[in-house]
T-cell receptor, first 114, second 109 residues
Framework: GAGVSQSPSNKVTEKGKDVELRCDPI?????LYWYRQSLGQGLEFLIY????????KSGLPSDRFSAERTGGSVSTLTIQRTQQEDSAVYLC????????????FGPGTRLLVL | RKEVEQDPGPFNVPEGATVAFNCTYS??????FFWYRQDCRKEPKLLMS???SGNEDGRFTAQLNRASQYISLLIRDSKLSDSATYLC??????????FGKGTMLLVSP
C-alpha cells in the first residue's frame, strides 16, 4: 500500500508570498501531524488532527501558519507572507489514531524562502 | 532544559564496533519512548519502541530508565548501512511526539 505522500517535494518562493503544502496520509489513518525540521535542528511539532476533533494547533509558530484537513483525509498547510526563517523541511506523518502507535512520515516538502 | 537531549555526535566507528547512544528527557509524565532513524535528506522512520523492561531487535537493544529519565540505544556489530542520524523520541499520552535533535553515526570500512 502507498505510504504518506507530500507535494510539492521542493518549493522555492519569494519572501512575502503565500505557500500551500499538501499531505496525503495513509488510507484509514485518522491521525495526521505536521512537523518542520530546520537545518541542524530537531523536528518541531506544528499541528495535529485526530478524526473529527478540533485540531491541536499548539505548535504553530505564528498566525501566518494554518492547516486544514478536509474529509478526514488530505491536509493542507498554508504559510502566509512567508519569511526567510520559514525555510525548512515540512514533514507530515499519519498514524492509525487509536493512541500511542507508530507515526509514519512522508518524504517532506523542502521550502526555501528567498 | 530541552525536553529531549541527545549528544549530536558524530560518532565515528569502524565496521563491527559496538556503539551506544544516550538520551535524557525532562517531562516525567512521558509515557511512550521510541528511537527513530533518519537518513540524510530522508524522512524519519521508526527503528524501535523502547519498553521499561528493555527490548532487543537483532543487533539493536533499547533500554529505558524512568527514574533517571534516560533512554539508551546499543548497536552491536555495526554495519556501513547503520550510518544515519538516530532520533530519540518521547510521547506524552496519545498525542504528538517530541524529538531530540538526533545523534549522527558514521560507520567506516
Amino acid at each position: 500500500g502507498a505510504g504518506v505522500s507530500q507535494s510539492p517535494s521542493n518549493k522555492v518562493t519569494e519572501k512575502g508570498k503565500d505557500v500551500e503544502l499538501r499531505c496525503d496520509p495513509i488510507s484509514g489513518h485518522t491521525a495526521l501531524y505536521w512537523y518542520r525540521q530546520s537545518l541542524g535542528q530537531g523536528l518541531e511539532f506544528l499541528i495535529y488532527f485526530q478524526g473529527n476533533s478540533a485540531p491541536d494547533k499548539s505548535g504553530l509558530p505564528s498566525d501566518r501558519f494554518s492547516a486544514e484537513r478536509t474529509g478526514g483525509s488530505v491536509s493542507t498547510l498554508t504559510i502566509q507572507r512567508t519569511q526567510q526563517e520559514d525555510s525548512a523541511v515540512y514533514l507530515c506523518a499519519s498514524s492509525i489514531g487509536t493512541g500511542g502507535e507508530t507515526q509514519y512520515f512522508g518524504p517532506g516538502t523542502r521550502l526555501l524562502v528567498l | 532544559r530541552k525536553e529531549v537531549e541527545q549528544d549530536p555526535g558524530p560518532f565515528n566507528v569502524p565496521e563491527g564496533a559496538t556503539v551506544a547512544f544516550n538520551c535524557t528527557y525532562s517531562n516525567s509524565a512521558s509515557q511512550s519512548f521510541f528511537w527513530y532513524r533518519q537518513d540524510c535528506r530522508k524522512e524519519p522512520k521508526l527503528l524501535m519502541s523502547v519498553y521499561s523492561s528493555g527490548n532487543e531487535d537483532g543487533r539493536f537493544t533499547a533500554q529505558l530508565n524512568r527514574a533517571s529519565q534516560y533512554i539508551s540505544l546499543l548497536i552491536r556489530d555495526s554495519k556501513l548501512s547503520d550510518s544515519a542520524t538516530y532520533l530519540c523520541v518521547v510521547q506524552q499520552g496519545y498525542s504528538t511526539l517530541t524529538f531530540g535533535k538526533g545523534t549522527m553515526l558514521l560507520v567506516s570500512p
